[in-house]
């Protein structure tokens, strides 16, 4: 069993940064991938990022790329989401997961890999 509980999130105006962070207790945080997914208003939940149990191997959507990265430290059970030039269109609701991949270097973009979900954290970009 992982629980996990996301902070950080708020209201940005566009162009701005936010750090999310989902801290983990339970089970060894270093034995799942973890990823981040959001959800906005009448959407279904999509894809952010992910990255390996080893920190080695992270993958963003396309729509992130290059704005957004995931990061993670195992010391501190924490995984990180870096949001930069937030749009208007990145406003939702962010999710954490951890999946029980068993390869060092694995990750996922399936939702349906991974076992733990935390309770959110929105993000709203706006002026």
């Known amino acids: 069993q992982v629980q996990l509980v996301e902070s950080g999130g708020g209201l940005v105006q566009p162009g701005g940064s936010l750090r999310l962070s989902c801290a983990a207790s339970g089970s060894a945080f270093s034995s799942y991938a973890m990823g981040w997914f959001r959800q906005s208003s009448g959407k279904e939940r999509e894809f952010v990022a992910s990255i390996s149990r080893s920190a080695g191997i992270t993958s963003h959507a396309t729509s992130v790329k290059g704005r957004f990265t995931i990061s993670r430290d195992n010391g501190k059970n924490t995984v990180y989401l870096h949001m930069n030039s937030l749009k208007p269109e990145d406003t939702a609701v962010y999710y954490c997961?951890?999946?029980?991949?068993?390869?060092?270097?694995?990750?996922?973009?399936?939702?349906?890999?991974?076992?733990?979900w935390g309770q959110g954290t929105q993000v709203t970009v706006s002026s």
């Open positions: 997961a951890a999946a029980p991949i068993p390869q060092v270097s694995g990750t996922t973009r399936e939702s349906g890999r991974y076992d733990y």
